[in-house]
């Protein structure tokens, strides 16, 4: 990811992650966006530079494009190693077209040649579309989370 890229990604991040605690019953929306500029700015102290942190652009060689973003933190002990998806974003234009399951079989090959065991991620409740392609790509729910609100 260009330095460009990270600064584009930042901008919609922030305020896509902000929106989805909104809607998970989280944070409230006067909060909401300070509160996710505070989370991305502890996981990303140094930035797109930040270390164990691995940022991608999703690119479309055939259009020159890019499609969307991939950011991906590595757990490293004396054991084993493994990925976690922090963020993963193909853009509303480019979706179920096939570049999330194409993303992910890369990040598997990436996986593979980092010896790299696992790869976990979180998804909101609410994004069934994230939800179906994770599992159609081997996902398996591993815990779940669950509330109710009291009026």
Request: overall charge negative; glycine content about 4%; hydrophobic content about 40%.
């Amino acid at each position: 990811m260009t330095v460009t890229d990270f600064e584009k990604y930042l901008s919609f991040a922030i305020k896509d992650y902000a929106q989805d605690k909104i809607i998970a019953g989280t944070w409230n929306e006067a909060d909401a966006i300070s509160l996710a500029t505070k989370s991305f700015n502890e996981l990303l102290p140094k930035g797109k530079d930040t270390n164990n942190e691995y940022l991608y652009s999703i690119e479309e060689d055939a259009l020159d494009e890019k499609v969307g973003f991939l950011w991906v933190h590595i757990n490293k002990t004396l054991q084993d190693s493994k990925f976690f998806i922090y963020d993963f974003i193909i853009f509303d234009e480019f979706r179920n077209q096939g570049y999330g399951r194409q993303t992910i079989a890369c990040l598997e090959e990436k996986a593979k040649e980092m010896d790299v065991s696992q790869i976990d991620l979180h998804v909101f409740a609410h994004n069934e579309g994230a939800i179906h392609l994770y599992e159609k790509t081997g996902f398996v729910a591993t815990d779940i989370s669950m509330s109710k609100q009291i009026n």
